[in-house]
C-alpha cells in the first residue's frame, strides 16, 4: 500500500520548541496528528507555543527541559510515559551557536556548546532508547531525529566550537542507527541538517558577523550564506519541519542512520 504521511496517534517530545525550528516541527507534528510535549528552558515561550497549537486543535503541552541535565532528562521522559502511554517520536533539536575566533574561544564556551548541542543530544537519545526498545517502559519502538547541521558537514570560520558539536551530532546518529539494528530495538535514528533557515539563532548569526568585522550589514552577512546555495531563498523552519514529519512517520520505516540535506543545495556546490 502507498505509504501517507501522518503521525496519528504518536506520541512527540520536541526539544527547543519555543522558538524556531522546534516550534515550527511542534507545529506540523500536531497538524498531522501526534500529541506534540513542547520542551525548552524558555517557559513562557514554550507555554505560548503549546497553548496556540491547541488553540489551533492540535493536542500539546508544555514541560520544562534543560536538555544539559540528566536528572531532567529521566524525569521528563518518565513523566511523558506515565501520562500519555508511550513515547514514540523525539526530535532532539534545543541547539546554540557561537560565533568566536578559534584563537579567542575559551575552554568554557566550547564546552557550553557542547554541552547543548552534543550532550543534550546523546542524553536524550539515551533515555529515548531506553524507553522505545521492546522491554522498555514505552516498548513500542520510535523514531528520534537529531538536528545537526551543514555545519556537521563542512568547516566555517569562527565556528569551530559548533561545526564540532554538529560534525559530533552526525556520526553519534549513524553509531545509536546501528546500534539499535544490531540490539534490535526497533528504533530508527536520523540526521537533519538545515541550511541557512531564518530564526533568531541565524539573526543572531548576521549580528555577530556584522560586530566582529565579516560583513558590513546585516543585508551584506544574509548574502554571504545566500551565495553558498543553489536555490535563491532562505530556508524557513517549516522546510525543516516538513522533513521530520517525514522522518517522525512510518512513511520513513525504512530510513535509518541517514542524513537529511535541507540546505537549499548548499552541500552539492
Ligand atoms: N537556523 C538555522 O539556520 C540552523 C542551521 C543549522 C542547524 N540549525 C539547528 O537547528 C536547531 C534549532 O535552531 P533554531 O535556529 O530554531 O534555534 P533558535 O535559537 O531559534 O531556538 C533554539 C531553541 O532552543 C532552546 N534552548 C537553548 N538551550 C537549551 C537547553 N539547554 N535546553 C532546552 N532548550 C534550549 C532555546 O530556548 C530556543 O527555544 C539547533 O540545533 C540548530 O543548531 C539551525
Known amino acids: 500500500m502507498e505509504p501517507t504521511i501522518h503521525v496519528k496517534g504518536k506520541i512527540a517530545l520536541i526539544t527547543g520548541a ?48 534543560d536538555v544539559t541535565s540528566e536528572e531532567q532528562w529521566k524525569q521528563v521522559i518518565s513523566t511523558v510515559v506515565e501520562h500519555h502511554g508511550g513515547l514514540d517520536i523525539l526530535v532532539n533539536n534545543a541547539g546554540i551557536i557561537k560565533h568566536t575566533k578559534l584563537l579567542d574561544l575559551s575552554l568554557k564556551e566550547w564546552r557550553l556548546v557542547n554541552s547543548v548541542n552534543m550532550e543534550g543530544v546523546f542524553l536524550g537519545t539515551k533515555y529515548a532508547v531506553e524507553t522505545m526498545r521492546p522491554d522498555g517502559t514505552s516498548g513500542r519502538g520510535g523514531s528520534i ?41 526497533n528504533v530508527r535514528v536520523n540526521s537533519v541538517h538545515p541550511g541557512n533557515c531564518l530564526t533568531e539563532m541565524f539573526k543572531q548569526e548576521f549580528e555577530e558577523m556584522v560586530e566582529n568585522g565579516e560583513a558590513e550589514s546585516i543585508d551584506g552577512a544574509m548574502k554571504f550564506y545566500m551565495d553558498m546555495q543553489v536555490l535563491p531563498d532562505m530556508g524557513t523552519p517549516e522546510d525543516m519541519g516538513a522533513a521530520i514529519l517525514f522522518l517522525a512517520s512510518d512513511a520513513s520505516k525504512f530510513v535509518t542512520g541517514a542524513e537529511f540535506h535541507i540546505d537549499g543545495g548548499l552541500l552539492a556546490k
Request: charged share 15%; hydrophobic share 45%.
Open 18 to 65: 519555543a522558538m524556531g525550528i522546534g516550534a515550527a516541527t511542534a507545529k506540523v507534528l500536531a497538524r498531522n496528528g501526534a500529541t506534540v510535549i513542547v520542551a525548552d528552558i524558555s517557559d513562557e515561550a514554550g507555554q505560548a507555543t503549546a497553548d496556540q497549537i491547541v488553540k489551533e486543535g492540535g493536542a500539546a503541552e508544555y514541560i520544562s527541559l
Open 145 to 185: 531525529i537529531n538536528l545537526s547541521s551543514v555545519g556537521g558537514n563542512i568547516g566555517a570560520p569562527d565556528m569551530s566550537s559548533y561545526c564540532a558539536s554538529k560534525g559530533g551530532v552526525r556520526n553519534f546518529t549513524k553509531a545509536v542507527a546501528v546500534e539499535c539494528g544490531a540490539y534490535g530495538y
